[in-house]
């Protein structure tokens, strides 16, 4: 028997690219070749191979997300998602970042081998969501995620500032 959803779900504040998980999510702008904030450390704790293997990819829209390798990261895998930019909430903001969520998942499920995953706040900071808004959205993504899959142990929110953590 698996622990219970709630159970499985952690909540910390760390440098994503130190976590020794199966898969990181990448927040990442559409081009997938590299930027700044989480995606910057993300490439520049990887490698070169890492945007070697984006530009195979070619691209993401808004709210999907592409599988790379982790190469030099302790994770195995990178899943890069992009975002919705924040413009006032009137845009369909909120189901772009729900989507992302859900994306993301959906490349889990496919992958049998990923037993473990860690998030950064996609969208809050360069993107501008607001952080309490997009953290309803990411921790009731991650509940439903959890309550249909059993065999994932663990799905990490991993904040970068302790005041993201507190909300
Ligand atoms: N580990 C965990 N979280 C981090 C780290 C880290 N090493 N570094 C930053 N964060 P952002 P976005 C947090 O701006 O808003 C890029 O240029 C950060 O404090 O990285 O989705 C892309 O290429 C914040 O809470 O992503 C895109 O162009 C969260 O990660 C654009 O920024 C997300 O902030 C995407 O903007």
Known sequence: MSQPPGKRLQILQ???TTLHVDAIVN????????????DGAIHRAAGPQ????CRTVGGCPTGQARLTHGHRL??????HTVGPVWRGGGHGEDDLLLSCYRSVFAIVTARPDIHSIAFP??????????????SRIALRAMLDFLQDNAYVEK???????????RT
């Open 27 to 38: 927040a990442a702008n559409s081009s997938l070749l590299g930027g700044g904030g989480v």
């Open 121 to 134: 706040s996609i969208s809050t900071g360069v993107y501008g969501f607001p952080i309490a808004r997009a």
């Open 14 to 16: 760390a440098d994503i």
């Open 74 to 79: 302790p994770a195995g895998y990178v899943i």
């Open 50 to 53: 890492l945007v070697e293997e």
């Open 155 to 165: 799905v990490i929110a991993c904040c970068y500032s302790s005041a993201d953590r």
